[in-house]
C-alpha cells in the first residue's frame, strides 16, 4: 500500500486531530478521560498537526479524576 501516492515532495500533509475522552462516577469512584493519538509520517515529509484535544473526568465525593490528552509523533523512512 503506498500512502504517499499522489504527492509531491514539497507538499504538505494537514491532520488535524480532535480526540475527545469523558469520564465521570459516583462516590469513591475512579474517573479516567485519557485519549491518545499517534500520527506516523514519512521522515523529511512536511506535516502540520492541528491538535485540539478534550478531556475530562469527574468523580463524586472522596473519589479520583484523572483527564490527561497524549500525542505520539512517529516518522518512519520511505525508500
Known amino acids: 500500500m ?4 499522489g504527492y509531491s515532495d514539497n507538499s504538505t500533509i494537514v491532520i488535524h486531530l480532535n480526540p475527545r475522552a469523558h469520564a465521570l462516577t459516583g462516590p469513591y469512584g475512579i474517573a479516567i478521560a485519557n485519549p491518545i493519538s499517534q ?11 492541528a491538535y485540539d484535544p478534550e478531556a475530562t473526568a469527574v468523580a463524586g465525593p472522596g473519589g479520583i479524576a484523572h483527564a490527561q490528552s497524549d500525542l505520539y509523533l512517529y516518522d518512519f523512512k520511505t525508500d
Open 2 to 5: 503506498n500512502f504517499e501516492e
Open 39 to 49: 500520527v506516523i509520517v514519512g521522515r523529511n515529509k512536511q506535516v502540520a498537526v
